[in-house]
T-cell receptor
Framework: AQSVTQPDIHITVSEGASLELRCNYS??????LFWYVQSPGQGLQLLLK??????LVQGIKGFEAEFKRSQSSFNLRKPSVHWSDAAEYFC????????????FGAGTRLFVKA | GAVVSQHPSWVICKSGTSVKIECRSL??????MFWYRQFPKQSLMLMAT?????????EQGVEKDKFLINHASLTLSTLTVTSAHPEDSSFYIC?????????????FGEGSRLTVL
């Protein structure tokens, strides 16, 4: 069965500093991978996704993620964090075909300090 | 972009009553919708997959008689929490996939917060 692990429950970075959020997955085939962001009390917004091709994918709001098959990882990065980036970030694995069931990691809460 | 709307955003009900939450895709058709439950400061737990015109597929441990799902049209899925109890209080989120697109991208509703007194 597929699973997603986000080892960091929360991370605090200074505004302007770089950010990396970790994600490891378990899936039998090449997965569809996603990063979503959730602001308090709201739904989720897609930041970026990986299906195939270039392993470095660019997303919205200056985020990028790199798929590393050998490490079963899909870490999210941003070179310079803004205060508005404070939110909960979820890594997810999608099962292609048959309805595309998506499983989410536990999430990482990002705090940004001035 | 694709918009998914949930209604109501907030609902408070008495124990023993039933509550219906609607999930609508406003500008696209969705053959598949998913219902998630999120506890405070936790991740989204997939409850069920809702397919238009057929019975929902429930995840292990989710009571299908407790959480009734109906997906009667390509733009509407409903979740009914029957005989709600305080332990059913949670944040319920729906998501939808656009019909005909095999991208896997989910479009999420704003969520519905249920409080059972």
């Amino acid at each position: 069965a597929q699973s997603v692990t986000q080892p960091d429950i929360h991370i605090t970075v200074s505004e302007g500093a770089s950010l990396e959020l970790r994600c490891n997955y378990s899936y039998g085939a090449t997965p569809y991978l996603f990063w979503y962001v959730q602001s308090p009390g709201q739904g989720l917004q897609l930041l970026l996704k990986y299906f195939s091709g270039d392993t470095l994918v660019q997303g919205i709001k200056g985020f990028e993620a790199e798929f590393k098959r050998s490490q079963s990882s899909f870490n999210l990065r941003k070179p310079s964090v803004h205060w508005s980036d404070a939110a909960e970030y979820f890594c997810a694995v999608g099962e292609p075909g048959g309805g595309f069931k998506t499983i989410f990691g536990a999430g990482t809460r990002l705090f940004v300090k001035a | 972009g694709a918009v998914v709307s949930q209604h109501p955003s907030w609902v408070i009900c008495k124990s023993g009553t039933s509550v219906k939450i609607e999930c609508r895709s406003l500008d696209f058709q969705a053959t598949t919708m998913f219902w998630y439950r999120q506890f405070p400061k936790q991740s989204l737990m997939l409850m069920a997959t809702s397919n238009e015109g057929s019975k929902a597929t429930y995840e292990q441990g989710v009571e299908k008689d407790k959480f009734l799902i109906n997906h009667a049209s390509l733009t509407l899925s409903t979740l009914t929490v029957t005989s709600a109890h305080p332990e059913d209080s949670s944040f319920y989120i729906c998501s939808a996939q656009e019909a005909g697109l095999n991208t896997g991208e989910l479009f999420f509703g704003e969520g519905s917060r249920l409080t059972v007194l």
